[in-house]
Nanobody, 124 residues
Framework: DVQLQASGGGLVQAGGSLRLSCAAS????????IAWFRQAPGEGREAVSC????????DYADSVKGRFTISSDNAKNTVYLHMNRLEPEDTAVYYC?????????????????WGQGTLVTVSS
């Protein structure tokens, strides 16, 4: 069974940093595209970033470009989201998702597997 375990969320002050981890089991990162989505209270789900490690491809939402970096460690089968210069608007539950077709889109419906989410709270 494919499982995605997101972790690393927490409370941080504006301007601070966090690193989220998405530990995957039951799949190999080279065979999937992995994305991070987030959902703020009362808001819809928003794509943040995606990676296709076998293609060397990454993409970022405009709202996080230049502040967030996505990376993968195939040996650990884990994808990371390094978040710098955090803003209160980044407060949300962050989810990682896997796409077996490696489309690496920002469309949630193209992802087949989802993790349980980790809460990031940025105080002003």
């Amino acid at each position: 069974d494919v499982q995605l375990q997101a972790s690393g969320g927490g409370l941080v002050q504006a301007g601070g940093s966090l690193r989220l981890s998405c530990a995957a089991s039951g799949l190999l990162l080279d065979d999937y595209a992995i994305a991070w989505f987030r959902q703020a209270p009362g808001e819809g789900r928003e794509a943040v970033s995606c990676i296709s490690s076998s293609e060397g491809y990454t993409d970022y939402a405009d709202s996080v470009k230049g502040r967030f970096t996505i990376s993968s460690d195939n040996a650990k089968n884990t994808v990371y989201l390094h978040m710098n210069r955090l803003e209160p608007e980044d407060t949300a539950v962050y989810y990682c998702a896997a796409d077996r077709h490696k489309l690496a889109t920002f469309v949630a419906e193209t992802y087949d597997y989802w993790g349980q989410g980790t809460l990031v709270t940025v105080s002003s």
